[in-house]
Every structure is written in C-alpha cells, then in structure tokens.
C-alpha cells in the first residue's frame, strides 16, 4: 500500500487553516502556563484543557510538555563493547583494519531508523555484528526523523548511512534523507537501506542514490559487512 500524497497535503492545508483562524495569543498564552504547570508540578490537566479549547494542537501540546521534562530515548539493546562471539570474522575485521588505515580512522557507520515502526532487532542485529567486526558505530534507536540521521551523519563524520525502514514508508523517507544529505553537502556518504521492500521499490531506491538495498533475503551478515567495508573504501578512493 501507497499512502496518497494528496491525503497528506490535505491535512497539512487544514491544519494551516486551522491556526489562521485561531486566536493566536490566546492559544500562546495557554501553552506557556501549560509549559510553566509541567515545570512547576501543578497539575497539567486544567491548562492542557484550556490549551485544546483555544485551539492548541497536540504536537503543540507535546512540545510544551517535552520543553519541561526532555524525551525519553530507550536503550538501544547494543553495547559500546565487542561480544565474545566473534567466530569467523577475522577476514572482515582485517578488511576493516585495512580500510581504517586508509581512512586515517576507524570506519564508522551510522545506523538509523527513521519512520514510526518500532521494530528496531534488524538494525542492532547490523550494529552489532559491524560493531564486532572492528567497525566505529553511532546508533540512537527507533523514530528518528531524516533531519536528526542527517545532522547525526554530519557531526559524526560518518563514512557510511544505513538506515532500518520497516513501516513500508522507505519511498517518502528514503526521498526526504537524500534530499537532505545532498542539501548538507553529504552526498559523498553512501547510503544503504534494509526493509520489507518489493524489486520494484529497490530500483526506485538505488535510482534516488541508495547504494545498497537489502531485504530479509539477505540473512548473511558477513556480506553485508564486507558490502560496507568495500563502500567506505570506494568512498576513500573517490576522494584522492
């Protein structure tokens, strides 16, 4: 299934409608005594309700209440240090060491998940097993939008962008991340990108710039591994 363009611009439309027609002062004015009750620990209902009766919407909502008290990010589930299952994975991590010395520091791969599945045993099953086999990883859990991987890539200097789309919605983000890497002056990075995708879908992918693109067929890890190691490379040899 394909969601329709027009469904979400409809309801972006409305929306913008909607906060032209309210009393903008009034609606500022009952988010700041929301945002002053969730920092004061008075009871948020009373102001939450005045907020919705005078036209608040609820991402206004949210932000006011993130502004108090921050956002929860749960723990990813991999650990900064290699396992101790490590069997098999003295050719790659040579490939790594290898492509490392090339680079002038160690290869580091920046996963993300972008999207509002929370289906996230894929990317850490990849951050993992790149993480033991000698790899840098930078990897920040489920629900991040294009802009936060995108910012992430750029301040971390990643050498390689895997993303983890598992909501069917790998079109619009992976179009959306693209448009924002080239915008940053990242294009240079590679981008791979692993999801329930149909053939049709992964040639529109690689046609938008994604490098690689890997379904659950692709069970091999070592592959993909030695796939990423030979990107980063290609990376480093397209730059001298």
């Known amino acids: 299934m394909m969601a329709d363009p027009k469904a979400e611009a409809d309801q972006i439309a409305r929306l913008t409608d909607w906060r032209t027609a309210r009393n903008e002062p009034a609606v500022q004015k009952a988010l700041?005594?929301?945002?002053?009750?969730?920092?004061?620990?008075?009871?948020?209902?009373?102001?939450?309700?005045?907020?919705?009766?005078?036209?608040?919407?609820?991402?206004?909502?949210?932000?006011?209440?993130?502004?108090?008290f921050g956002q929860y990010r749960a723990p990813t589930g991999v650990s900064p240090n290699p396992s101790n299952r490590t069997e098999g994975l003295d050719d790659i991590r040579e490939a790594v060491n290898a492509v490392s010395d090339r680079l002038g520091r160690r290869l580091k791969l920046l996963i993300g998940k972008p999207g509002l599945d929370g289906h996230s045993n894929g990317a850490e099953q990849i951050a993992a097993r790149a993480r033991d086999c000698g790899m840098e990883?930078?990897?920040?859990?489920?629900?991040?939008?294009?802009?936060?991987?995108?910012?992430?890539?750029?301040?971390?200097?990643?050498?390689?962008?895997?993303?983890?789309?598992?909501?069917?919605?790998?079109?619009?983000?992976?179009?959306?991340?693209?448009?924002?890497?080239?915008?940053?002056?990242?294009?240079?990075?590679?981008v791979i990108l692993g999801g329930i995708i149909p053939d049709e879908d992964a040639t529109r992918l690689r046609?938008?710039?994604?490098?690689?693109?890997?379904?659950?067929?692709?069970?091999?890890?070592?592959?993909?591994?030695?796939?990423?190691?030979?990107?980063?490379?290609e990376r480093q040899l397209a730059a001298e």
């Open 32 to 68: 700041t005594d929301l945002r002053a009750a969730a920092a004061n620990g008075t009871n948020i209902m009373p102001p939450s309700i005045k907020a919705a009766k005078a036209g608040a919407t609820t991402g206004e909502w949210g932000d006011m209440i993130r502004a108090a």
């Open 137 to 190: 990883i930078s990897y920040d859990g489920i629900r991040l939008t294009p802009a936060e991987i995108v910012a992430a890539a750029k301040s971390e200097d990643a050498h390689v962008v895997g993303l983890s789309i598992l909501s069917g919605s790998h079109i619009s983000l992976a179009e959306d991340l693209m448009r924002l890497m080239k915008n940053a002056g990242l294009s240079h990075i590679p």
């Open 207 to 233: 046609a938008l710039g994604v490098a690689r693109v890997y379904t659950p067929k692709d069970f091999q890890l070592n592959r993909i591994m030695f796939d990423i190691v030979a990107l980063a490379d």
